[in-house]
């Protein structure tokens, strides 16, 4: 195996292909001597030269194209220094700079590789996500960090538990883990980052945690994959006196008989399950018959403003919380701010409530 620089293209129907740059200087541009040919009519006939820097980076020289080339998105002047993931455009021709291994006997000689590519609008395309560099930088500890919200008794107002929260503080990244995932899902990374805000999490609270629940979430795309159950089954052995909730999303309830063995094998390591946002969209009720969760948490807008609601809609309330106790789950509210909504819930039959009224995040860095 060796250590090969290329260019990563994605074409119209969404196919990903790589030019592996095996000598340098290597000539971009329309005309067909060159060593990566581009058959678009925005790029000059020479366009640009990459080629190795005295420093030992790879620079990028625009040949002065007509179109320009672009470095995320940047139009370069004269020439510049290229890093692993940076997004390259010449004229509106899009590759992401791969740094990869390949075996040293499937690679061609370079003048088999004489790429050819077909150009689209004069625009820059977005076929690869801003910041790829910097998301490797979070997913390896940088910027990475998290909090804890209480979860208390309905009633007494103790702590029962805390649900474990994802936290950024990158610079160069979004500041919220919607919009965080949002980044990662262009780049079908979800399950990258939803692994490294739990392994964060874990490692950082756990210590203060003993017998506590500590609830946690899990992208849907990783929640029945046997990698998922390995993590787990590590973190068990890490952390045997904490007690585990892996919170299921809706979404990723859509087997029956896959649900249930999942929740078999948690069972087996001592590790429990929620059902998160229920009522956020299709009530799980078969599901709640067939495979009970340990705890059903009520989505907010269940619960938002339920002490203002009519009569209808806390009987509607009132009756899925039953539910889920003969189903002989736990049901919590998701939430409450105020101690009118607190109180609604009580009377309704919640045993946990959790939000801004018995307790904000705790940032890890208080702790």
């Given at each position: 195996?060796?250590?090969?620089?290329?260019?990563?293209?994605?074409?119209?129907?969404?196919?990903?292909?790589?030019?592996?740059?095996?000598?340098?200087?290597?000539?971009?541009?329309?005309?067909?001597?060159?060593?990566?040919?581009?058959?678009?009519?925005?790029?000059?006939?020479?366009?640009?030269?990459?080629?190795?820097?005295?420093?030992?980076?790879?620079?990028?020289?625009?040949?002065?194209?007509?179109?320009?080339?672009?470095?995320?998105?940047?139009?370069?002047?004269?020439?510049?220094?290229?890093?692993?993931?940076?997004?390259?455009?010449?004229?509106?021709?899009?590759?992401?700079?791969?740094?990869?291994?390949?075996?040293?006997?499937?690679?061609?000689?370079?003048?088999?590789?004489?790429?050819?590519?077909?150009?689209?609008?004069?625009?820059?395309?977005?076929?690869?996500?801003?910041?790829?560099?910097?998301?490797?930088?979070?997913?390896?500890?940088?910027?990475?960090?998290?909090?804890?919200?209480?979860?208390?008794?309905?009633?007494?107002?103790?702590?029962?538990?805390?649900?474990?929260?994802?936290?950024?503080?990158?610079?160069?990244?979004?500041?919220?883990?919607?919009?965080?995932?949002?980044?990662?899902?262009?780049?079908?990374?979800?399950?990258e980052l939803s692994a490294a805000?739990?392994?964060?999490?874990?490692?950082?609270?756990?210590?203060?945690?003993?017998?506590?629940?500590?609830?946690?979430?899990?992208?849907?795309?990783?929640?029945?994959?046997?990698?998922?159950?390995?993590?787990?089954?590590?973190?068990?052995?890490?952390?045997?006196?904490?007690?585990?909730?892996?919170?299921?999303?809706?979404?990723?309830?859509?087997?029956?008989?896959?649900?249930?063995?999942?929740?078999?094998?948690?069972?087996?390591?001592?590790?429990?399950?929620?059902?998160?946002?229920?009522?956020?969209?299709?009530?799980?009720?078969?599901?709640?018959?067939?495979?009970?969760?340990?705890?059903?948490?009520?989505?907010?807008?269940?619960?938002?403003?339920?002490?203002?609601?009519?009569?209808?809609?806390?009987?509607?309330?009132?009756?899925?919380?039953?539910?889920?106790?003969?189903?002989?789950?736990?049901?919590?509210?998701?939430?409450?701010?105020?101690?009118?909504?607190?109180?609604?819930?009580?009377?309704?039959?919640?045993k946990l409530i959790q939000g801004?009224?018995?307790?904000?995040?705790?940032?890890?860095?208080?702790?």
């Amino acid at each position: 195996m060796e250590t090969q620089w290329a260019l990563e293209s994605v074409s119209p129907d969404g196919t990903r292909s790589q030019f592996l740059i095996t000598q340098l200087p290597c000539q971009i541009g329309r005309a067909k001597d060159n060593d990566l040919v581009i058959s678009d009519l925005g790029l000059s006939r020479v366009h640009a030269t990459l080629a190795t820097d005295i420093t030992g980076k790879l620079r990028l020289i625009d040949e002065n194209s007509t179109n320009g080339t672009f470095v995320n998105r940047n139009r370069i002047e004269g020439y510049c220094l290229l890093k692993k993931n940076d997004i390259i455009h010449f004229a509106s021709a899009e590759f992401r700079l791969r740094l990869i291994q390949v075996e040293h006997h499937s690679v061609l000689p370079f003048d088999q590789m004489n790429t050819m590519l077909i150009g689209g609008s004069r625009s820059l395309s977005e076929h690869f996500a801003p910041n790829e560099a910097e998301f490797d930088e979070l997913i390896m500890g940088h910027g990475l960090s998290g909090a804890i919200q209480p979860i208390v008794d309905a009633q007494t107002r103790q702590i029962f538990g805390y649900e474990l929260l994802g936290r950024i503080s990158h610079p160069s990244l979004p500041k919220t883990p919607i919009e965080l995932f949002s980044l990662a899902r262009t780049m079908e990374r979800e399950v990258e980052l939803s692994a490294a805000f739990r392994e964060f999490g874990i490692q950082k609270f756990a210590q203060h945690l003993e017998g506590k629940s500590l609830f946690f979430n899990a992208h849907p795309k990783e929640m029945f994959s046997e990698v998922f159950l390995t993590s787990l089954d590590q973190v068990r052995h890490t952390t045997p006196k904490l007690r585990l909730v892996v919170e299921i999303h809706e979404s990723a309830v859509t087997n029956i008989k896959q649900l249930r063995g999942f929740a078999s094998k948690l069972a087996s390591q001592d590790i429990r399950i929620a059902y998160d946002d229920f009522g956020a969209g299709q009530a799980r009720l078969l599901e709640l018959a067939d495979v009970p969760a340990d705890f059903v948490k009520f989505d907010i807008a269940l619960i938002r403003g339920l002490h203002l609601a009519g009569p209808r809609k806390r009987q509607v309330v009132r009756d899925l919380v039953q539910m889920v106790l003969s189903s002989g789950s736990i049901p919590l509210a998701e939430g409450v701010e105020s101690e009118d909504e607190a109180k609604v819930c009580v009377a309704l039959g919640f045993k946990l409530i959790q939000g801004f009224l018995t307790g904000k995040p705790i940032p890890a860095e208080l702790l």
